[in-house]
């Protein structure tokens, strides 16, 4: 891919400076510094301009201070000055994402239009993506790792290093060689700094799947997760993704890394995710429970179940304790179901061989009785069955999941549904 040169002009001219602005103006109306720069934009965008094209542009003094996240941690955050910091940043973005984003793996969600944990775009919808992963039988282990103190550790001559593998435009890299040793680190509260974060990381990601060929792996912010049939595999990608983060990069993974199992489940995005089954973070099923009581705040929450398996959740948080908020239908909830392939009913597969990859038991939302969901193979098509069928259901409890999948069977019918040879 070709460097970006000559964009210089373009970066200093009066439409991306107004259009920049506009950005930077998102959110933030209301404060003194924004009505001020609204009254004299005009006048205001032609000094802009004067600093950038004669490079007499400075980095503003930092507003540091900290602020608590609600996982409780501690960020330092660094603010710079609505006029000209924030305008000039959004000046660079409009030149340099697009070049940026597309050197970039498509194993990174986070900050990145189409892209997120949840996003519309199917191909780039990381819990989309995690959960059906999980539901292949080559996956039985997990490797999981973030990078200690990511953002303050970043090295000023390593990202000048990447700044210059996508742009030799000399006044574009002076623009951004200011900004940048203008803190030490990456300063926490820029508009670019998301990005930039990508840039840092993206040799890890080329890495991981161009060397190591991992065939699953994710990564949110600094955050990475890779699946695998292999523990011993997984270790040995551990030590040189290790190595790659602290020889190339001065960074370092944090002690808390480690190897699993996946039926622990994988905490990840707001998630924890199951073979089978999504359930949502701990953290934020009891921010959810303590603001139960103003409908007004749920939408948020609302959209974050939606993509797991929340009926019970809902239903003893929502509709049991907030008679006024409604039933599920009304909420606008609808729940993904948790296996993927063809829906079909049970009489299509009745006397047929088949080959059960996975179920779930859970009671039914419409009476009492319980009901279960089974993923099942059936002449090479994956296909997905549910429903409530009682005595499948006594059978399948005693089943041990380290027992699946259940080869050659066969399901009749005869009074309700039966397993071949249990009655």
């Known amino acids: 891919m070709k460097r970006i040169t000559n964009k210089y002009g373009e970066l200093c001219s009066t439409e991306n400076i107004q259009k920049a602005a506009q950005k930077a103006l998102k959110g933030k109306s209301h404060r003194k510094e924004v009505v001020w720069y609204r009254n004299n934009s005009e006048e205001l965008n032609e000094k802009i301009k004067y600093m950038l094209e004669n490079k007499e542009y400075s980095v503003s003094k930092y507003d540091i201070f900290n602020k608590m996240t609600s996982s409780g941690k501690i960020r330092e955050i660094h603010k710079l000055p609505f006029y000209p910091d924030r305008i000039v940043q959004h000046c660079l973005l409009n030149v340099m994402s697009e070049r940026w984003i597309k050197s970039l793996t498509f194993d990174s969600y986070n900050c990145i239009e189409g892209r997120g944990i949840v996003s519309r775009d199917r191909n780039h919808n990381m819990a989309r993506k995690i959960k059906r992963a999980l539901l292949s039988h080559s996956v039985i282990y997990a490797l999981k790792w973030d990078i200690k103190k990511f953002y303050p550790s970043v090295d000023n001559d390593i990202q000048a290093e990447c700044y210059r593998k996508d742009c030799k435009d000399e006044g574009i890299l002076w623009l951004l060689d200011v900004q940048n040793y203008s803190n030490k680190g990456l300063p926490i509260g820029n508009p670019d700094s998301q990005l930039e974060s990508h840039l840092i990381l993206r040799g890890m990601d080329h890495f991981i799947k161009e060397e190591l060929k991992v065939k699953h792996y994710f990564r949110y912010a600094d955050d990475g997760l890779i699946l695998s049939d292999s523990k011993k595999e997984l270790h040995q990608w551990m ?30 995005g707001g998630y ?71 829906k079909v009913k049970i009489d299509k597969v ?73 009655i």
């Not at 959810?288 to 948080?317: F, Q, T, W």
């Not at 009492?368 to 059978?395: A, P, T, W």
């Open 239 to 268: 030590w040189r993704i290790r190595n790659y983060l602290w020889y190339n990069l001065k960074l370092e993974m944090k002690e808390n890394r480690r190897i699993f199992p996946v039926h622990e489940g994988i905490d990840m």
């Open 350 to 422: 009745v006397g047929e061989k088949i080959e059960i990859l996975d179920f779930r038991i859970l009671p039914s939302i419409k009476n009492d009785r319980m009901r279960v969901d089974m993923q099942v193979l059936h002449n090479g098509e994956k296909l997905f069955i549910c429903g409530s069928y009682q005595y499948l259901i006594s059978v399948l409890e005693k089943v041990p999941r380290s027992e699946l999948p259940l080869t050659d069977v066969v399901i009749l019918q005869d009074r309700g549904y039966y397993f071949q040879g249990t």
């Open 272 to 342: 924890v995710f199951y073979p089978g089954y999504t359930l949502v973070r701990k953290r934020i099923k009891k921010a959810m429970i303590k603001r139960r009581n103003h409908p007004e705040s749920m939408a948020s929450y609302n959209g974050i179940l939606k993509h797991c398996n929340s009926h019970n959740l809902i239903d003893k948080v929502i509709n049991k304790n907030n008679e006024h908020m409604g039933n599920l239908a009304s909420l606008g909830i609808k729940i993904e179901r948790p296996f993927d392939g063809r």
